[in-house]
């Protein structure tokens, strides 16, 4: 009988948080009954499986206790392997796996396309949902293109010119949570920040700030069917002009996100909340949401707009489903049968039928 397993860490600003998450969700499983198989992706880049009991502290300071290395196989023998005797690789009994990778190539699109190619079901997005997800410019001209109301969005480059002179927020176009986003006076201080923020030199996005402006937050859940959650609406320090990394994950103490502040339910308006629910709904098909994901707002004036998707958000977003009554172990189950339902994404290879192969002739004639 195979058992679920649970993907955590990754070479990624996030990996803290990220085995918060997966401890989390290999502690609820297990306490169910349930035998799931812990993977741990470290920051070098190497997997490990590590005991489900573990706790956060046993990765401070490197792998923890019991950590057994394995492999990662593509191919029609492909999925998570550990090293038998001889050298030989022998599979392990992993069925669906949660994946609980934040930010960087766990929630780009790296790992989900790594698991395709391996034949393992997972959870979250899809490999073009989660690509798009994280790529902010890529994601707010979707929202743009479906007639859905967004921050204007700039690439950030030495030469862009923009029609809005300031104040300016700056963010890592592929980056994940609040990590790396400053707001700054005009374009000539985004542009000088571009150039020496490590987090931004693979790319930026400059978009208008609007003191004042209010969060709101929605979960989505594709499974069993389409489900969107209470709104919440985050609380920012009283200095604070953004919703910052450390309130998120860190203000909150052992229970991470689950205590971090703020209104739910967020008491606003009807025909808001309404509107906001639409948005979302249409934000699904558009962005390919699946599996669990959190769908941040602005709402700036009486102007409410589409800002970020985080497609696999901390604590997977329990929080929202604990308000509905719904278990940490129970949202888990419900992701992995979703997930256990088939690859979600099918390698094609049609017209791949060696005609091209057959008629191509001499490849000397093709350099002449």
Same mark, same amino acid.
């Given at each position: 009988?195979t058992s679920?397993?649970v993907?955590f860490?990754?070479?990624s600003?996030?990996?803290?948080i990220?085995?918060?998450?997966g ?6 499983l ?6 799931p198989v ?6 070098s880049?190497?997997w490990?499986?590590?005991p489900?009991?573990v706790?956060a ?7 923890p ?7 990662? @196989?593509?191919?029609s ?15 392990l009994?992993v ?10 190539? @766990?929630?780009?699109g790296?790992l989900q396309?790594?698991?395709d190619?391996?034949?393992v ?6 490999m073009?949902?989660?690509?798009l ?7 707010a001209?979707a ?7 967004? %921050?204007r969005?700039?690439?950030l480059?030495?030469?862009?010119e923009?029609d809005?002179r @300031?104040?300016l927020?700056?963010k890592?176009r ?8 400053e ?8 542009k ?8 931004l030199?693979?790319?930026?996005v400059v978009q208008p ?7 709101l937050n929605?979960?989505i859940?594709?499974?069993p ?13 009283d ?5 910052t990394y450390v309130?998120?994950?860190?203000a909150g ?12 339910p967020?008491?606003i ?8 629910r639409?948005?979302a709904?249409?934000?699904?098909? *558009?962005?390919l949401?699946?599996?669990?994901a959190?769908?941040?707002f %602005? ?5 409410l %707009? ?10 997977l977003?329990?929080?929202?489903w ?5 278990t940490f ?6 992701? %992995? *049968?979703?997930?256990?339902k088939?690859?979600t994404?099918r ?5 791949a039928d ?12 093709k350099l002449?």
């Amino acid at each position: 009988m195979t058992s679920p397993g649970v993907c955590f860490g990754g070479p990624s600003p996030e990996h803290d948080i990220s085995v918060l998450t997966g401890l989390q969700a290999a502690h609820a499983l297990a306490a169910t009954g349930e035998n799931p198989v812990a993977l741990y992706w470290s920051k070098s880049g190497d997997w490990y499986r590590v005991p489900a009991s573990v706790e956060a502290g046993d990765f401070a300071d490197g792998l923890p206790s019991g950590a057994e290395q394995v492999s990662l @196989g593509m191919g029609s023998d492909g999925g998570f392997q550990s090293k038998g005797r001889r050298g030989k690789r022998q599979p392990l009994d992993v069925g669906a796996v949660v994946n609980c990778c934040h930010g960087g190539p @766990g929630e780009n699109g790296t790992l989900q396309a790594m698991f395709d190619l391996a034949g393992v079901r997972y959870t979250g997005p899809s490999m073009p949902g989660a690509a798009l997800g994280m790529d902010k410019l890529a994601f707010a001209g979707a929202m743009a293109g479906a007639g859905l109301p967004t %921050l204007r969005t700039w690439a950030l480059t030495p030469t862009v010119e923009i029609d809005h002179r @300031g104040p300016l927020i700056v963010k890592p176009r592929f980056g994940g949570s609040s990590i790396g986003i400053e707001v700054v006076s005009d374009l000539a201080t985004a542009k000088a920040l571009a150039t020496s923020q490590p987090l931004l030199q693979e790319g930026a996005v400059v978009q208008p700030y609007f003191d004042g402006a209010v969060d709101l937050n929605v979960s989505i859940k594709t499974c069993p069917t389409l489900e969107l959650s209470v709104v919440e609406r985050p609380l920012r320090g009283d200095n604070d002009r953004i919703y910052t990394y450390v309130e998120k994950y860190l203000a909150g103490g052992d229970q991470g996100m689950a205590s971090a502040a703020r209104e739910m339910p967020a008491q606003i308006d009807p025909e808001l909340e309404g509107k906001l629910r639409t948005f979302a709904a249409a934000v699904v098909d *558009v962005a390919l949401v699946r599996s669990v994901a959190r769908l941040d707002f %602005l709402l700036v004036g009486d102007d409410l %707009l589409v800002n970020e998707i985080n497609t696999i958000p901390g604590s997977l977003s329990w929080y929202f489903w604990a308000h509905e009554g719904i278990t940490f172990a129970t949202l888990l189950r419900q992701m %992995l *049968v979703e997930a256990a339902k088939g690859p979600t994404r099918r390698l094609r290879t049609d017209g791949a039928d060696g005609t091209a192969l057959r008629s191509a002739g001499a490849m000397a004639r093709k350099l002449a």
